[in-house]
């Protein structure tokens, strides 16, 4: 069984930095694409960034620039690095990750909650 385990959240300063981890356990062959979702309140879950197996990454467009994504391999643990952080960036981050194990399939954290505010 894998689990995907998010940390690093909390309250923060607007302009303020946090950086995320995600870290996936278990039975765990190759982990394929890894992304951050988010989810404000009464709103839809919203790609954050996306990276692949190799390091190529995707954006949305509003992040593009302030946050930056990365994983290590070797540990199966993917990371979101926030800067310039606005209040509008309040909302629970998810981890996701297509992982191959005895099949392959997409995993989700638990979430992980980030307010900014003053």
């Known amino acids: 069984q894998v689990q995907l385990v998010e940390s690093g959240g909390g309250l923060v300063q607007p302009g303020g930095s946090l950086r995320l981890s995600c870290a996936a356990t278990g039975t765990i062959f190759r982990i394929n694409v890894m992304a951050w979702y988010r989810q404000a309140p009464g709103k839809q879950r919203d790609m954050v960034a996306a990276i692949t197996h190799g390091g190529s990454t995707n954006y949305a467009d509003s992040m593009e620039g302030r946050f930056t994504i990365s994983r290590d391999n070797a540990k199966n643990t993917l990371y979101l690095q926030m800067n310039s952080l606005k209040p509008e960036d309040t909302a629970v981050y998810y981890c996701?990750?297509?992982?191959?194990?005895?099949?392959?399939?997409?995993?989700w954290g638990q979430g992980t909650q980030v307010t900014v505010s003053s």
């Open positions: 996701n990750a297509n992982v191959r194990s005895w099949g392959t399939r997409d995993y």
